[in-house]
């Protein structure tokens, strides 16, 4: 597609559920980062991906976060056992980048996690 | 690590004055800088960028930025706002050899008519 696409835009679960978020980059782009979005607060880095590895994971909060990435392009953040101060808009953003160098990041508009 | 501060929470302007929102960073290699705007229910879209060059780069919609490696700054300015440009703003700071893109906490603008 022309943009990051992120699915679903909306999700509503009860506290202890497992949540899988979508990203899907902008095509031929090698790099997908995941950040996210709390009340009042910046963007908080979770994970990177160069192609299929995630060289850091430094971001994820805790063991209950794990993110995957296959053939390159979509990835996906799982949140197990959903607590609810994971609510937040999750960010996946993609660049063109290589060599590990800071490039233009382009974002999707968000999965908004509501756990109650 | 790096980090940004946007010392101003919550900014409110008239339309057509001038708007300047704040931006420090901390980076000990010399930074990468950015500005993302955020519209409401939209994602983030850059404004400008600045790598190295001239110290005062031009965005999109009308706005600039002018990085100070004296104060460690990387103030936006518009010099007329429009009620469109009611939105959130994120400096964000990186590097070369940094693939991390580290934002600050955002500036809230509300345009007045």
């Known amino acids: 597609g022309a943009g990051v696409s992120q699915s679903p835009s909306n999700k509503v679960t009860e506290k202890g559920k497992d949540v899988e978020l979508r990203c899907d980059p902008i095509?031929?782009?090698?790099?997908l980062y995941w950040y996210r979005q709390s009340l009042g607060q910046g963007l908080e880095f979770l994970i990177y991906f160069q192609g299929n590895s995630a060289p850091d994971k430094s971001g994820l909060p805790s063991d209950r976060f794990s993110a995957e990435r296959t053939g390159g392009s979509v990835s996906t953040l799982t949140i197990q056992r959903t607590q609810q101060e994971d609510s937040a808009v999750y960010l996946c953003a993609s660049s063109s980048q290589r060599g590990g160098n800071t490039g233009e990041l382009f974002f999707g508009e968000g999965s908004r996690l509501t756990v109650l | 690590a790096q980090s940004v501060t946007q010392p101003d929470i919550h900014i409110t302007v008239s339309e057509g004055a001038s708007l300047e929102l704040r931006c420090n960073y901390s980076y000990g290699a010399t930074p990468y800088l950015f500005w993302y705007v955020q519209s409401p229910g939209q994602g983030l879209q850059l404004l400008l960028k600045y790598f190295s060059g001239d110290t005062l780069v031009q965005g999109i919609k009308g706005f600039e930025a002018e990085f100070k490696r004296s104060q460690s700054s990387f103030n936006l300015r518009k010099p007329s706002v429009h009620w469109s440009d009611a939105a959130e703003y994120f400096c964000a700071v990186g590097a070369m050899n940094d693939y991390k893109l580290s934002f600050g906490a955002g500036t809230t603008v509300t345009v007045r008519a």
């Open positions: 095509s031929g782009h090698t790099a």
